[in-house]
DNA sequence: GCTTGACCTCAACTTAGCTTGAGGTTGCAT
DNA sequence: ATGCAACCTCAAGCTAAGTTGAGGTCAAGC
Protein backbone atom coordinates (compact mmCIF):
# COMPACT_ATOMS: atom_id res chain seq x y z
CA UNK A 1 0.00 0.00 0.00
CA UNK A 2 1.36 3.63 -0.52
CA UNK A 3 2.10 5.38 2.65
CA UNK A 4 -0.11 6.63 5.21
CA UNK A 5 -2.98 8.99 4.03
CA UNK A 6 -2.45 11.13 6.32
CA UNK A 7 -0.13 13.35 8.07
CA UNK A 8 0.44 15.18 11.27
CA UNK A 9 0.88 19.16 11.82
CA UNK A 10 4.59 18.38 12.86
CA UNK A 11 5.03 16.32 10.09
CA UNK A 12 3.80 19.37 7.55
CA UNK A 13 5.87 21.35 9.32
CA UNK A 14 8.56 19.00 8.61
CA UNK A 15 8.06 18.48 5.71
CA UNK A 16 7.63 22.31 4.63
CA UNK A 17 10.15 24.28 6.82
CA UNK A 18 6.82 26.48 8.39
CA UNK A 19 6.69 26.35 11.94
CA UNK A 20 3.81 24.62 13.44
CA UNK A 21 2.17 27.89 15.19
CA UNK A 22 1.99 29.33 11.04
CA UNK A 23 0.48 26.33 10.13
CA UNK A 24 -1.89 26.76 12.48
CA UNK A 25 -2.46 30.01 11.99
CA UNK A 26 -3.08 28.95 8.41
CA UNK A 27 -5.29 26.95 9.41
CA UNK A 28 -7.48 30.09 10.69
CA UNK A 29 -6.70 32.17 7.95
CA UNK A 30 -8.38 29.14 5.93
CA UNK A 31 -5.21 28.22 3.78
CA UNK A 32 -5.63 24.91 5.45
CA UNK A 33 -8.55 22.90 6.15
CA UNK A 34 -7.09 19.46 8.18
CA UNK A 35 -9.61 17.06 9.44
CA UNK A 36 -9.62 16.06 13.39
CA UNK A 37 -9.00 12.64 14.57
CA UNK A 38 -11.37 12.07 17.63
CA UNK A 39 -8.79 13.29 20.11
CA UNK A 40 -9.18 16.62 18.18
CA UNK A 41 -5.96 16.35 16.74
CA UNK A 42 -5.38 18.09 12.97
CA UNK A 43 -5.05 15.69 10.18
CA UNK A 44 -3.46 16.61 7.07
CA UNK A 45 -3.77 15.54 3.53
CA UNK A 46 -0.77 14.74 1.44
CA UNK A 47 -1.31 16.93 -0.60
CA UNK A 48 -1.01 20.01 1.65
CA UNK A 49 2.54 19.60 2.04
CA UNK A 50 1.87 21.27 -1.68
CA UNK A 51 -0.90 23.67 -0.89
CA UNK A 52 1.72 24.83 1.48
CA UNK A 53 4.39 25.34 -0.76
CA UNK A 54 1.87 27.36 -3.32
CA UNK A 55 1.09 28.92 -0.50
CA UNK A 56 5.36 30.44 -0.17
CA UNK A 57 5.49 30.50 -3.32
CA UNK A 58 2.41 33.29 -3.86
CA UNK A 59 4.28 35.25 -0.64
CA UNK A 60 7.30 35.20 -2.50
CA UNK A 61 5.89 36.86 -5.24
CA UNK A 62 4.21 39.53 -2.86
CA UNK A 63 0.69 38.32 -2.15
CA UNK A 64 -0.86 39.27 1.10
CA UNK A 65 -2.57 35.41 2.71
CA UNK A 66 -6.02 37.30 1.91
CA UNK A 67 -4.86 36.98 -1.99
CA UNK A 68 -3.87 33.10 -1.86
CA UNK A 69 -6.54 32.13 -0.08
CA UNK A 70 -8.72 33.52 -3.02
CA UNK A 71 -6.32 31.41 -5.62
CA UNK A 72 -6.98 28.51 -3.55
CA UNK A 73 -9.83 28.76 -3.67
CA UNK A 74 -10.46 27.23 -7.00
CA UNK A 75 -8.63 24.35 -6.25
CA UNK A 76 -10.97 21.12 -5.43
CA UNK A 77 -11.05 20.66 -1.52
CA UNK A 78 -12.61 17.19 -2.08
CA UNK A 79 -9.99 15.22 -4.04
CA UNK A 80 -6.34 15.81 -4.25
CA UNK A 81 -5.60 18.35 -6.83
CA UNK A 82 -4.17 17.52 -10.69
CA UNK A 83 -1.96 18.40 -12.19
CA UNK A 84 -3.96 20.59 -14.24
CA UNK A 85 -5.93 22.17 -11.16
CA UNK A 86 -2.28 23.81 -9.94
CA UNK A 87 -1.01 24.87 -13.31
CA UNK A 88 -4.08 26.56 -13.80
CA UNK A 89 -4.02 28.49 -10.67
CA UNK A 90 -0.08 29.07 -10.88
CA UNK A 91 -0.93 30.76 -14.52
CA UNK A 92 -4.02 33.44 -12.94
CA UNK A 93 -1.30 34.16 -10.18
CA UNK A 94 1.61 34.84 -13.10
CA UNK A 95 -0.37 37.63 -14.30
CA UNK A 96 -0.72 39.32 -11.16
CA UNK A 97 3.27 38.74 -10.60
CA UNK A 98 3.61 40.13 -14.18
CA UNK A 99 1.14 43.22 -13.34
CA UNK A 100 3.24 44.08 -10.42
CA UNK A 101 6.50 44.14 -12.27
CA UNK A 102 5.14 46.12 -15.35
CA UNK A 103 3.85 48.78 -12.58
CA UNK A 104 7.72 48.54 -10.57
CA UNK A 105 9.11 49.33 -13.93
CA UNK A 106 6.81 52.13 -14.99
CA UNK A 107 7.60 53.23 -11.40
CA UNK A 108 11.45 52.94 -11.78
CA UNK A 109 11.04 54.54 -15.52
CA UNK A 110 9.79 57.69 -13.93
CA UNK A 111 12.38 58.07 -11.31
CA UNK A 112 14.64 58.43 -14.40
CA UNK A 113 13.19 61.15 -15.40
CA UNK A 114 13.44 62.23 -11.87
CA UNK A 115 16.71 61.84 -11.44
CA UNK A 116 17.45 63.88 -14.90
CA UNK A 117 15.24 67.14 -14.04
CA UNK A 118 15.61 66.36 -9.97
CA UNK A 119 12.52 67.48 -9.64
CA UNK A 120 10.73 64.90 -6.97
CA UNK A 121 8.40 67.83 -7.70
CA UNK A 122 4.67 66.97 -6.66
CA UNK A 123 3.37 69.48 -9.46
CA UNK A 124 5.31 67.99 -12.13
CA UNK A 125 6.50 64.19 -10.75
CA UNK A 126 4.00 61.85 -12.28
CA UNK A 127 5.25 59.37 -9.82
CA UNK A 128 2.27 60.32 -7.47
CA UNK A 129 -1.22 59.06 -7.95
CA UNK A 130 -2.07 57.75 -11.18
CA UNK A 131 -0.39 54.22 -9.89
CA UNK A 132 -2.20 54.13 -7.08
CA UNK A 133 -4.95 52.02 -8.17
CA UNK A 134 -2.48 48.90 -8.55
CA UNK A 135 -0.79 50.33 -5.91
CA UNK A 136 2.23 48.96 -4.35
CA UNK A 137 -0.47 49.21 -1.33
CA UNK A 138 0.45 51.73 0.76
CA UNK A 139 -1.42 52.00 3.92
CA UNK A 140 -3.58 55.86 4.40
CA UNK A 141 -4.84 57.79 1.88
CA UNK A 142 -1.91 59.27 -0.13
CA UNK A 143 -4.36 61.71 -1.92
CA UNK A 144 -2.23 64.81 -3.43
CA UNK A 145 -3.67 67.91 -3.30
CA UNK A 146 -1.95 70.92 -4.64
CA UNK B 1 10.86 88.94 -0.27
CA UNK B 2 10.11 85.59 -1.09
CA UNK B 3 7.01 83.03 0.54
CA UNK B 4 7.43 82.48 4.42
CA UNK B 5 10.73 80.25 5.13
CA UNK B 6 9.04 78.04 7.76
CA UNK B 7 5.50 76.24 6.93
CA UNK B 8 3.68 74.43 9.96
CA UNK B 9 2.74 70.23 9.94
CA UNK B 10 -1.11 71.50 8.57
CA UNK B 11 0.55 73.28 5.69
CA UNK B 12 2.99 69.78 5.22
CA UNK B 13 -0.01 68.01 5.22
CA UNK B 14 -1.64 70.01 2.75
CA UNK B 15 0.91 70.00 0.36
CA UNK B 16 1.85 66.44 0.29
CA UNK B 17 -1.30 64.93 1.02
CA UNK B 18 -0.04 62.89 3.96
CA UNK B 19 -1.71 63.09 7.40
CA UNK B 20 -1.01 64.92 10.21
CA UNK B 21 -0.43 62.21 12.29
CA UNK B 22 1.90 60.39 9.35
CA UNK B 23 3.95 63.68 10.32
CA UNK B 24 4.14 63.85 12.84
CA UNK B 25 4.75 59.80 13.11
CA UNK B 26 7.86 60.44 10.30
CA UNK B 27 9.38 63.04 13.17
CA UNK B 28 9.26 60.21 15.60
CA UNK B 29 11.10 58.12 13.16
CA UNK B 30 13.64 60.16 12.19
CA UNK B 31 12.21 61.12 8.81
CA UNK B 32 11.65 64.93 9.64
CA UNK B 33 13.75 67.28 11.72
CA UNK B 34 11.54 70.24 12.49
CA UNK B 35 12.00 72.94 14.63
CA UNK B 36 9.63 74.11 17.28
CA UNK B 37 8.40 77.44 18.11
CA UNK B 38 8.45 78.76 21.91
CA UNK B 39 4.83 77.32 22.07
CA UNK B 40 6.08 74.27 20.69
CA UNK B 41 5.06 74.14 18.02
CA UNK B 42 6.84 72.37 14.41
CA UNK B 43 7.98 74.39 11.63
CA UNK B 44 9.26 72.79 9.08
CA UNK B 45 11.22 73.73 5.89
CA UNK B 46 9.84 74.43 2.63
CA UNK B 47 12.43 71.93 1.90
CA UNK B 48 10.67 69.53 3.73
CA UNK B 49 7.70 68.84 1.43
CA UNK B 50 10.03 67.48 -1.31
CA UNK B 51 11.49 65.44 1.59
CA UNK B 52 8.17 63.82 2.50
CA UNK B 53 7.90 63.48 -1.74
CA UNK B 54 11.29 61.46 -1.61
CA UNK B 55 9.48 59.02 1.36
CA UNK B 56 6.38 58.27 -0.85
CA UNK B 57 8.40 57.37 -3.47
CA UNK B 58 10.65 55.43 -1.50
CA UNK B 59 8.31 53.36 -0.10
CA UNK B 60 6.22 53.14 -3.40
CA UNK B 61 8.96 51.35 -4.86
CA UNK B 62 9.41 49.24 -1.77
CA UNK B 63 11.95 50.22 0.77
CA UNK B 64 10.66 50.35 4.53
CA UNK B 65 11.14 53.38 6.67
CA UNK B 66 14.22 52.42 8.02
CA UNK B 67 15.88 52.08 4.50
CA UNK B 68 14.37 55.17 3.49
CA UNK B 69 15.70 56.99 6.61
CA UNK B 70 19.26 55.87 6.22
CA UNK B 71 18.93 57.14 1.99
CA UNK B 72 18.04 60.43 4.00
CA UNK B 73 20.33 60.57 6.27
CA UNK B 74 23.00 61.90 3.06
CA UNK B 75 21.03 65.08 2.52
CA UNK B 76 22.55 68.43 4.36
CA UNK B 77 20.45 68.68 7.10
CA UNK B 78 21.34 72.21 7.39
CA UNK B 79 21.24 73.90 4.20
CA UNK B 80 18.33 73.21 1.87
CA UNK B 81 19.46 70.06 -0.32
CA UNK B 82 20.41 71.02 -4.05
CA UNK B 83 19.74 69.32 -7.06
CA UNK B 84 22.31 67.21 -6.84
CA UNK B 85 21.85 65.89 -3.32
CA UNK B 86 18.95 64.96 -4.55
CA UNK B 87 20.45 63.09 -7.74
CA UNK B 88 22.99 61.23 -5.72
CA UNK B 89 20.00 59.92 -3.54
CA UNK B 90 18.00 59.12 -6.15
CA UNK B 91 20.36 57.18 -7.92
CA UNK B 92 21.00 55.25 -4.50
CA UNK B 93 17.81 53.93 -5.03
CA UNK B 94 17.59 53.12 -7.97
CA UNK B 95 19.85 50.69 -7.86
CA UNK B 96 17.98 49.29 -4.95
CA UNK B 97 14.96 49.24 -7.01
CA UNK B 98 17.23 47.72 -9.81
CA UNK B 99 17.96 44.46 -7.57
CA UNK B 100 14.06 44.33 -6.56
CA UNK B 101 12.53 43.96 -10.11
CA UNK B 102 15.29 41.51 -10.98
CA UNK B 103 14.77 39.37 -8.10
CA UNK B 104 10.96 39.15 -8.73
CA UNK B 105 11.75 38.84 -12.48
CA UNK B 106 13.83 35.41 -11.74
CA UNK B 107 11.24 34.26 -9.58
CA UNK B 108 8.33 34.76 -12.09
CA UNK B 109 10.69 32.75 -14.53
CA UNK B 110 10.94 30.01 -11.92
CA UNK B 111 7.11 30.12 -11.89
CA UNK B 112 7.16 29.74 -15.55
CA UNK B 113 9.11 26.44 -14.84
CA UNK B 114 6.99 25.36 -12.08
CA UNK B 115 3.85 25.73 -14.77
CA UNK B 116 5.55 23.82 -17.31
CA UNK B 117 5.85 20.53 -15.10
CA UNK B 118 3.24 21.85 -12.85
CA UNK B 119 5.72 20.35 -9.94
CA UNK B 120 5.79 22.84 -6.90
CA UNK B 121 7.74 20.17 -5.50
CA UNK B 122 9.92 20.94 -2.80
CA UNK B 123 12.84 18.74 -3.90
CA UNK B 124 12.85 20.12 -7.54
CA UNK B 125 10.98 23.23 -7.29
CA UNK B 126 14.31 26.62 -7.10
CA UNK B 127 11.37 28.51 -6.14
CA UNK B 128 12.70 27.68 -2.50
CA UNK B 129 15.65 28.82 -0.39
CA UNK B 130 18.14 29.74 -3.05
CA UNK B 131 17.23 33.55 -3.25
CA UNK B 132 16.24 34.18 0.04
CA UNK B 133 19.42 35.98 0.84
CA UNK B 134 18.23 38.91 -1.02
CA UNK B 135 14.32 37.66 -0.22
CA UNK B 136 11.19 39.65 -0.07
CA UNK B 137 11.76 39.29 3.57
CA UNK B 138 9.32 37.39 4.60
CA UNK B 139 9.70 36.65 8.20
CA UNK B 140 9.80 33.39 10.30
CA UNK B 141 12.42 30.84 9.43
CA UNK B 142 11.75 29.37 5.69
CA UNK B 143 14.27 26.10 5.46
CA UNK B 144 13.62 23.55 3.67
CA UNK B 145 14.00 20.45 4.85
CA UNK B 146 13.40 17.15 3.95
C1' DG C 1 -0.48 1.03 32.10
C1' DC C 2 2.41 4.58 32.12
C1' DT C 3 5.58 7.84 30.47
C1' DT C 4 6.77 11.28 27.25
C1' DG C 5 6.91 13.85 23.17
C1' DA C 6 3.75 15.71 20.18
C1' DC C 7 -0.39 17.75 20.13
C1' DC C 8 -4.39 21.04 21.73
C1' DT C 9 -6.46 26.05 22.85
C1' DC C 10 -6.30 30.63 24.07
C1' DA C 11 -4.24 34.91 25.14
C1' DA C 12 -0.69 38.02 24.82
C1' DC C 13 3.33 39.83 22.47
C1' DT C 14 6.06 41.39 18.02
C1' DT C 15 7.19 44.83 13.94
C1' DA C 16 5.65 48.18 10.52
C1' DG C 17 3.12 52.00 9.58
C1' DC C 18 -0.03 54.41 10.85
C1' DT C 19 -4.92 56.37 12.98
C1' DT C 20 -7.92 57.76 16.73
C1' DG C 21 -9.08 59.86 20.94
C1' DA C 22 -8.62 62.34 25.31
C1' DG C 23 -7.26 66.26 27.40
C1' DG C 24 -4.65 70.45 27.07
C1' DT C 25 -2.17 74.72 24.67
C1' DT C 26 -1.06 78.29 20.92
C1' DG C 27 -1.45 81.88 17.97
C1' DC C 28 -3.89 84.69 14.68
C1' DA C 29 -7.92 87.46 13.46
C1' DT C 30 -11.22 90.34 15.16
C1' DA D 1 -8.53 90.40 25.02
C1' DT D 2 -11.03 86.77 23.31
C1' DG D 3 -12.56 83.07 20.46
C1' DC D 4 -11.51 79.11 18.08
C1' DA D 5 -9.01 76.46 14.62
C1' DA D 6 -4.93 74.40 14.59
C1' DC D 7 -1.57 72.75 17.26
C1' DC D 8 0.53 69.72 21.25
C1' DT D 9 1.45 64.91 23.92
C1' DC D 10 0.57 60.49 25.17
C1' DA D 11 -1.87 56.19 25.13
C1' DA D 12 -4.41 52.95 22.84
C1' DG D 13 -6.01 50.61 18.67
C1' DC D 14 -5.49 48.66 13.91
C1' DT D 15 -3.75 45.05 10.09
C1' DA D 16 -0.46 41.54 8.63
C1' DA D 17 1.79 37.60 9.61
C1' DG D 18 3.23 35.28 12.87
C1' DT D 19 5.68 33.73 17.63
C1' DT D 20 5.67 32.63 22.56
C1' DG D 21 3.94 30.82 26.67
C1' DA D 22 0.73 28.78 30.03
C1' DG D 23 -1.91 25.10 31.12
C1' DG D 24 -3.85 20.87 29.56
C1' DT D 25 -4.60 16.41 26.48
C1' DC D 26 -3.29 12.53 23.20
C1' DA D 27 -1.15 8.50 21.46
C1' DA D 28 2.57 5.35 20.79
C1' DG D 29 6.34 2.63 22.62
C1' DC D 30 8.10 -0.05 26.41
Same mark, same amino acid.
Given at each position: ????? &? +?? #??? =? %??R???? *? !???? &?????? =??? $? =?????? /??R?L? !?? +??? *? !? &?? @? +?? /?????? @???? *?????????????????? /?? #? !??????? +???? #??????????L?Q? #????C? %? =???? /???????K @????? $?? $??? *??D
Amino acid at each position: MPRAE &F +IT #IGE =L %SKRTGVA *V !SALR &FYEDKG =LLH $P =LRTNGN /QRRFLR !SD +IRR *V !S &FV @L +IA /QKLGLG @LEEI *VTHLANLPEGRNPTLTDW /QK #I !SRAMREQ +IDAR #ITLLNRTRNQLDQC #IGCGCL %S =LTKC /QLYNKDDK @LGLKG $PG $PRA *VLD
